[in-house]
């Protein structure tokens, strides 16, 4: 059974630039949720979406903000970049239920000059 | 918002001994969860706790929730290399299991 891809694995930008990253769940699994990881704020929740449709947010600017196809398939985009947006951006998938357990990618991590 | 403190921050071992990782939640935890991280990569599923005094084993990882204290503990008994990682708590913070709040981490090392 695959697992959930992220790509791309690494990127590089600079400040001012857009940047796009993209996430297929686990087949069958129809939530997928994005996280930030930095070394100064750990892991802070995104947004996550159901069903196509975003049923949960977090606490980030509007300049984050994403999608999810039909397919599951999810993506999420960061405009106007910051130096400060420079992290490991995780994406995780379930079936949707309240189980709590979620199916990381190994992430994509986004550098920004 | 809830926040969650884990401690210690890290923490290095001989191989073969015991360790516990704890972490503290500023509000009720309806749900809790723990996870480990290998550097650089996604985070796996170790164990999800819902119930006050529960307690769940995994090989030699044990983890247990005591509710009142809102608090949780990771226990590994004779410790590995393999065990090496940093490991994360989260908790549920709207009671439906997808929009999760993590500690800090603790970043274990187990020396051979």
């Known amino acids: 059974k695959a697992g959930v891809t992220q790509t791309p694995r690494y990127l590089i930008k600079t400040r001012g630039q857009q940047v796009t990253l993209s996430c297929s769940p686990i087949?069958?699994?129809?939530?997928v949720s994005w996280y930030q990881q930095t070394p100064g704020q750990g892991l802070q929740f995104l947004f996550e979406?159901?069903?196509?449709?975003?049923?949960n947010k977090g606490n980030f600017p509007g300049r984050f903000s994403g999608r999810q196809f039909s397919n599951s398939r999810s993506e999420m985009n960061v405009s106007t970049l910051e130096l400060g947006d420079s992290a490991l951006y995780l994406c995780?998938?379930?079936?949707?239920?309240?189980?709590?357990?979620?199916?990381f990618g190994d992430g994509s991590r986004l550098t920004v000059l | 918002s809830q926040e969650l403190e884990q401690s210690p921050q890290s923490l290095i071992v001989q191989e073969g001994k015991n360790l516990t990782i704890n972490c503290t939640s500023s509000?009720?935890?309806?749900?809790l969860y723990w996870y480990k991280q290998k550097y650089g990569e996604g985070l796996i599923f170790l164990m999800m706790?819902?119930?006050?005094?529960e307690e769940k084993s995994h090989e030699k990882i044990t983890a247990k929730l005591d509710e009142k204290k809102q608090q949780s503990s990771l226990h590994i008994t004779a410790s590995q290399p393999s065990h090496a990682g940093i490991y994360l708590c989260?908790?549920?913070?709207?009671?439906?299991?997808?929009?999760?709040?993590f500690g800090g981490g603790t970043r274990l090392m187990v020396k051979p």
């Open positions: 995780a998938s379930s079936f949707g239920g309240i189980s709590g357990e979620l199916f």
């Open positions: 087949s069958g699994h129809r939530s």
């Open positions: 979406y159901f069903s196509e449709t975003q049923r």
């Open positions: 509000k009720t935890l309806y749900g």
């Open positions: 706790l819902q119930k006050g005094g």
């Open positions: 989260g908790a549920d913070g709207n009671n439906a299991g997808n929009m999760l709040t």
